[in-house]
């Protein structure tokens, strides 16, 4: 994967293609460099071996879930902005905003403008 210089980075993590596609087409046409994965380990393992400005996590995904990715990453002291996306009920979406890391809780389905502002809020 090139990486252009001066240019923000993405890393989205959602299990649904259609998800992942989504925010890649948009973020890319927003000018940010997006990489996507489809499971907590696989987040864990990409941000570990790269350089990311913002971490969209899905909450629930299969074997390593979204509280186990932002949990290693608060353990590990990794410092990186999250907003997390979820089709869960309330009670569940409040727990994720107990970490430091997550900076905005998005219900899906979600605005797509509005993730496009948060985004923005956070990285620019």
């Given at each position: 994967m090139a990486i252009i210089m001066g240019k923000k980075e993405?890393?989205?993590?959602?299990?649904?293609?259609?998800?992942?596609?989504l925010l890649k087409e948009i973020f890319t046409n927003e000018g940010y460099?997006?990489?996507?994965?489809?499971?907590?380990?696989?987040?864990l393992e990409?941000?570990?071996?790269?350089?990311?400005?913002?971490?969209?996590?899905?909450?629930?995904?299969?074997?390593?879930?979204?509280?186990?990715v932002l949990k290693q990453l608060e353990r590990d002291q990794v410092a990186i902005p999250a907003i997390v996306m979820s089709g869960l009920s309330e009670d569940l979406m409040k727990e994720s905003e107990e970490f430091g890391l997550v900076k905005q809780v998005l219900a899906k389905p979600f605005?797509?403008?509005?993730?496009?502002?948060?985004?923005?809020?956070?990285?620019?």
């Open positions: 993405i890393l989205v993590v959602d299990d649904q293609p259609g998800i992942r596609m460099c997006v990489t996507t994965v489809e499971t907590g380990q696989e987040a990409s941000l570990y071996a790269g350089s990311f400005d913002l971490l969209m996590l899905d909450y629930k995904l299969p074997v390593v879930d979204g509280a186990q605005n797509v403008e509005e993730v496009c502002e948060f985004a923005k809020s956070i990285l620019d």
